[in-house]
C-alpha cells in the first residue's frame, strides 16, 4: 500500500514535470531575471524599468512578427542559486524565447550557463567580466569588458596624479576581482604604484580593519571596484576614521548614496544623462514620462539589451531560438540608445566609457573614453 | 603604534555588540540549557524596530536626545515582547520533552523570523539604511607617534561599549542583588528545588528570556546605526555571540562579555595583521584561536567545571 502510494506521487511528479507540448503560440515571451530585491536592488529595478520600457515600445509599434510581446520577469534576490532556478523556471515553464540578465557577473555567469545548455539566447546588460560571455554559443552582452574599463580607471587615476593607489575588492565576486586585476595591469605598467592591497567579501559590514592598514600606507586614492551596498559602508567607515583619500572604482557605484561621504569620488559608468547626444536625450524622456525619474545605467542598458533581442527576433524572422541566436551574433551598427552596438567575435559590443564624478551630492561627466 | 591603538578600538566596538547578544544565550542556557538559536533573530528584530522607528522620528523632526532613547526602548520593549513569546508559543509546550526537541524548534523559529521578515509586506529583502538622526563624528581623536591620521573614536563606538558595560553592571546587580535575581540563580542551579521553594519557575523563566531579548535588541539598534538593516543580518553575528558566550563559558555573565571582546578582537587584530591575501580566513582563523582555547578550558574562560554526580 505504502509502495503504491510512492509511485503514484513519482508518477504523478513526472506528469505535472512534463513540458506542455506548446504548438504556434500567439505570442513572444522574453524572460528576464534580475535583482529585484536583495541586496543589489538598484542594479535589478533599474534594469527592469529599462527592459519594461522597451516592452511598451515594442507592443505599441504592433508587437514582433504580428504577434505581442510578453516579458517574465523573475527576481533572484541576489543571489547566485536563486538565478539558476530562476532561469531554469523561465526555460522549463515559460518556455521563453530568449532571457534578458544579469547585472551582477557572478549571477550572469550562473544564468548563462543554464541557457547555454538549454540552447537558449541570453543578453546580459550590463555584466562586464570577460569570462561571461567566453567560450558561450548563446550568451551575449551589450556593453563593454572589464578589461576596457579597469584600463579607463587606470588612466584616469595617472592623470588625476594619483601615483600611489591602494586596491580594496571583493574575493567572492567575479566582477571585482576581475576589474581589479585588469587596474593593476595597466596602472603598474604606466608607473603607478600600488601600495596595499585589501580584500572584503561581498555581505560583510565592518570593514574598518582593513581600511586602517590602507590608512597607514598612505595612498593617494583607493581604487574600490564593488557594488554600491558595501560601497556605501565602506565610504561612511573610512571618512568616520579620517580616512578623507578619494575612492574609485567601476559601474558597480551606480546606485551609491551621493553625499559628504562620497564627495570627489569617481567612477566609471555606461552612461552619463549630462550626455547631449539625441539618442541618450530621446531615452531620458521616455522614461522619465514613464517613471518619473532620471535613469541610472542600468535603464539604458536594460533597454538596449531588450532592443537588440526584439531586433534579431525580427531579422530571424521566426521565435526559433537558434535562428534567434544566429541573430544576435549578426548584430551589426544597432542604433542602440547608448550608442550604435556591434557584437563582435568575442559576444561583446564596444561601447563609450564614461567618467563620472561626484559632486554636491550629484554626478557629472569629467570624460568619455572612445573603445580603441 | 597607531595601527595597534586603531584597531584596538574598532575591535572593542564590534566585540561590544557580541558581548550584547552573547548575554543573551548565556542566559537562557543558564535556566534553561536551551542554546536559543532565535536569538540572533531577536536582534535583527530589534534592528528592525529600530529602522521603523527612526523613520517616524525622523518624519517628526525631533531632536536626537528625543529620538535616541525612544529608539532604544522601543526596541527593547518591542523585543523583549517577542522574546515572551517565542518562549510562551515554542519552548514552554515542549519544556518536559527532551532537550533536543526544543533545539530544533529555535532553529524552526529562527527560519521563521527570517523569511518573514523577507517577505515584501513585513519588510524585505532589499538592506535599509536609517535616516542618519546621530551624525557619527570622531568624539576622540589622538595623535601618536609619527602616524600622519589619529587615533580616532566616534560617538557610536563610545555608545556601544558604553551601554554594554552599564547594562552588563545593570544586569550582574539585579542577578546578585535582588530577589528575582535570588530566584533566576535558584532557577539555574535546579528548576525543580527551585519551585518546591515556591519559585514560579515560569515567571522566572519568562524574565530571562524578556532580559535576554531586550539586550538583543540594544546590540541590533546600534548595529542598525551603523550599518544597514536586512533581514539575514542576525546571521553572522547570532553564530559569532553564541561561540562568544562558550568561549567565556556558557551559563556565566561576565564570561559572556568577556567572550564577546574577546572575539570581537580576535576578528579584527586577524584582518589587521594577517597578510592581505588571507584576509577571507579570518573569520575561520578567529574561530581556530577559540578552539584551541576550548582544548585548554572545556568549559570556557569564566566557566564552572561541573562534576555530573551518578
Known amino acids: 500500500m505504502r509502495w503504491m502510494a510512492f509511485w503514484t506521487t513519482i508518477v504523478l511528479l513526472c506528469l505535472s514535470g512534463c513540458k506542455k507540448q506548446q504548438g504556434e503560440s500567439n505570442e513572444i515571451v522574453i524572460g528576464e531575471y534580475g535583482s529585484l530585491s536583495g541586496s543589489n536592488a538598484v542594479f535589478g529595478q533599474g534594469t527592469h524599468n529599462g527592459i519594461a520600457l522597451a516592452v511598451d515600445q515594442v507592443n505599441a509599434a504592433g508587437g514582433l512578427l504580428g504577434k505581442p510581446v510578453r516579458l517574465v520577469t523573475e527576481d533572484d534576490e541576489g543571489n547566485q542559486d536563486e538565478a539558476v532556478s530562476v532561469v531554469k523556471k523561465l526555460i522549463d515553464r515559460d518556455n521563453v524565447v530568449g532571457v534578458l540578465g544579469e547585472v551582477a557577473s557572478t549571477r550572469s555567469l550562473a544564468g548563462g550557463s543554464v541557457c547555454e545548455q538549454a540552447g537558449v539566447p541570453m543578453i546580459s546588460p550590463s555584466s562586464t567580466n570577460p569570462d561571461v560571455t567566453k567560450d558561450r554559443k548563446y550568451v551575449f552582452r551589450v556593453c563593454f569588458t572589464d578589461d576596457f574599463q579597469g584600463s579607463v580607471g587606470a588612466q584616469f587615476a595617472l592623470k588625476k596624479g594619483w601615483k600611489r593607489v591602494a586596491v580594496f575588492s571583493s574575493s567572492n565576486s567575479d566582477y571585482s576581482k576581475k576589474l581589479s586585476f585588469f587596474f593593476k595591469q595597466t596602472f603598474t605598467a604606466a608607473g603607478g604604484q600600488i601600495v596595499a592591497e585589501e580584500t572584503y567579501s561581498d555581505g560583510d559590514k565592518e570593514f574598518k580593519a582593513q581600511l586602517t592598514r590602507m590608512q597607514s600606507k598612505n595612498p593617494d586614492a583607493v581604487y574600490l571596484p564593488g557594488y554600491y551596498t558595501e560601497i556605501d559602508l565602506i565610504l561612511r567607515q573610512a571618512r568616520n576614521l579620517g580616512f578623507t583619500v578619494p575612492f574609485f572604482g567601476g559601474d558597480g557605484w551606480d546606485g551609491c548614496t551621493l553625499d559628504s561621504n562620497s564627495e570627489g569620488c569617481c567612477f566609471t559608468n555606461h552612461y552619463s544623462p549630462e550626455d547631449q547626444r539625441p539618442s541618450v536625450q530621446e531615452f531620458i524622456a521616455a522614461y522619465k514620462a514613464k517613471y518619473g525619474a532620471v535613469p541610472d545605467a542600468f535603464g539604458i542598458t536594460g533597454y538596449d539589451a531588450a532592443r537588440v533581442m526584439f531586433d534579431a527576433i525580427k531579422r530571424a524572422g521566426s521565435a526559433d531560438r537558434n535562428a534567434v541566436r544566429d541573430a544576435i551574433e549578426q548584430t551589426k551598427d544597432f542604433p542602440g540608445a547608448g550608442g550604435s552596438i556591434t557584437i563582435d567575435a568575442n559576444h561583446n559590443a564596444k561601447k563609450p566609457i564614461v567618467i563620472l564624478e561626484i559632486h554636491d551630492g550629484k554626478t557629472h561627466l569629467a570624460d568619455t573614453i572612445q573603445p580603441n | ?310
Open chain 2, 1 to 310: 603604534m597607531h595601527d595597534f591603538l586603531q584597531q584596538l578600538v574598532n575591535g572593542l566596538s564590534v566585540g561590544a555588540v557580541y558581548a550584547l547578544i552573547a548575554l543573551g544565550y548565556t542566559m537562557v542556557y543558564g535556566v534553561l540549557r536551551l542554546i536559543n538559536f532565535a536569538h540572533g533573530d531577536v536582534y535583527m528584530v530589534g534592528a528592525v524596530i529600530a529602522y521603523e522607528l527612526a523613520v517616524k522620528m525622523a518624519g517628526l523632526n525631533s531632536p536626537v536626545w528625543v529620538a535616541l532613547p525612544i529608539i532604544f526602548l522601543g526596541a527593547m520593549v518591542g523585543c523583549g515582547a517577542l522574546g515572551f513569546t517565542i518562549e510562551f508559543l515554542c519552548y514552554r509546550p515542549l519544556r518536559h520533552r527532551p532537550r533536543l526537541v526544543s533545539l530544533i524548534t529555535a532553529i524552526g523559529v529562527s527560519l521563521l523570523l527570517e523569511n518573514l521578515f523577507q517577505n515584501r509586506r513585513v519588510f524585505g529583502a532589499t538592506p535599509r539604511v536609517l535616516p542618519q538622526l546621530l551624525a557619527i563624528r570622531p568624539v576622540l581623536s589622538m595623535a601618536v607617534g609619527s602616524a600622519k591620521s589619529p587615533v580616532v573614536v566616534t560617538n557610536l563606538d563610545l555608545i556601544s561599549m558604553g551601554l554594554c558595560i552599564a547594562l552588563m553592571l545593570g544586569l550582574s546587580w539585579f542577578v546578585l542583588k535582588t530577589k528575582m535575581g535570588l530566584a533566576l540563580r535558584a532557577v539555574s542551579f535546579r528548576v525543580d528545588t527551585a519551585s518546591l521553594m515556591g519559585i514560579n519557575t515560569n515567571r522566572v523563566i519568562s524574565m530571562t528570556f524578556v532580559l535576554g531579548s531586550a539586550l538583543a535588541a540594544v546590540a541590533g539598534v546600534v548595529d542598525a546605526m551603523r550599518y544597514q538593516v536586512d533581514p539575514l543580518m542576525g546571521l553572522i553575528p547570532g553564530i559569532k555571540a553564541f561561540v562568544a558566550a562558550v568561549l567565556g563559558g556558557i551559563g556565566s555573565i561576565p564570561g559572556a562579555l568577556l567572550g564577546g571582546f574577546l572575539m570581537g578582537l580576535v576578528e579584527t587584530f586577524l584582518k589587521g595583521y594577517l597578510p592581505p591575501q588571507y584576509n577571507n580566513y579570518s573569520n575561520a582563523a578567529a574561530f581556530v584561536v577559540l578552539i584551541l582555547i576550548l582544548l585548554i578550558r572545556p568549559s570556557g574562560l569564566l566557566g564552572k567545571t561541573t562534576v555530573e554526580k551518578v
